[in-house]
C-alpha cells in the first residue's frame, strides 16, 4: 500500500473512532439525571374535567367520560379531600394505630431506636372482610416529622390513600387523622407511612393488613361425613372494635 493510501486508512481510523465517541457522549449526555426536577412535569395534570375525547360519555353510560360528567363546565374539578370513604355510616372494623418513635425490642430479641404501631414493630396486622366499612384512626404520638398511614396495594378513595402533600396533610406530634374505605379487594397486603418513608419505613412504621372473603349475614355453612352426620353451622360477619 502506497504512504498515501496508509494516510487514507489511518484517518478513516481516527474519523471512525471520533464518531463512536461522539455516539457514545451523546447518550451519556442525554441519559444523566437531572439535578432537580418536578413531579408536576411528568406526564399532565388531569384535574377531572373531561376533554374532547370524553364528550361523548359526558357521565351517562359506557364511554372514556362516563365518570367525569359532574365536573362539566367546571374549571377545578373535585378537590381530592372530598374523596373520602363514607363518613355517615357505622363502621364494621375500627382500629386505633398509635405511633411512636422510641427504643424498642424487636422480637428476636435486638434492640434498636425506630418507629413503632401500638407499642411494636411491625404493628398490629388489621383484618377485615371485603365491603365492610374500615375505620382506621392513627394518633402520632411523638414523630416530630410527621407521619401517615398509606395502604400499600388496596384500591382505596384518593383522599384516603395516605400521601402527605398529595392526599392529606402530614399527621403532626399530637395530632390524628382518620381513614374509612371499603376493601373491593381479598388480599393480603401491608400498611406503612409515606412520610419521610425512607427514614420512616425503615424504621418500623409498617404492618400487615389481610382483606377475607365476605361471608353473607346469616350464611350457613354445613358439612356432610361419610358417616351421614351432618353439622351446620351459621356464621355472622364479624364487627370489631380494637
Known sequence: MTSRGHRVSR?????????????????????RMPSTYSAMHMGYADYGTPGPSAAAGAGHGPGPGANQGHTAGSAHG???????????????????????????????????????????????????????????????????????????????PSGEDGVAGVTQNAVGPGQQHVYRFRPKQEVTFWYHSHQVSHAQVVGGLLGGIVIHPWIAPGRVEGLISPGGWSHACTEEVPRRVA
Open 11 to 31: 484517518w478513516g481510523s481516527v474519523l471512525a473512532a471520533l464518531l463512536i465517541l461522539a455516539v457514545v457522549g451523546l447518550t451519556v449526555w442525554f441519559d
Open 78 to 156: 373535585i378537590p381530592v379531600t372530598e374523596l373520602l370513604g363514607d363518613r355517615s355510616a357505622r363502621p364494621d372494623v375500627s382500629y386505633t394505630l398509635v405511633v411512636r418513635r422510641e427504643h424498642t425490642t424487636l422480637a428476636d430479641g435486638r434492640t434498636f431506636d425506630g418507629y413503632t404501631v401500638n407499642g411494636s414493630t411491625p404493628g398490629p396486622t388489621l383484618e377485615a372482610r371485603r365491603g365492610q366499612l374500615v375505620e382506621v384512626v392513627l394518633r402520632n404520638d411523638n414523630v416530630a416529622k410527621g407521619t401517615t398511614l398509606h395502604w400499600h396495594g388496596l384500591d382505596v
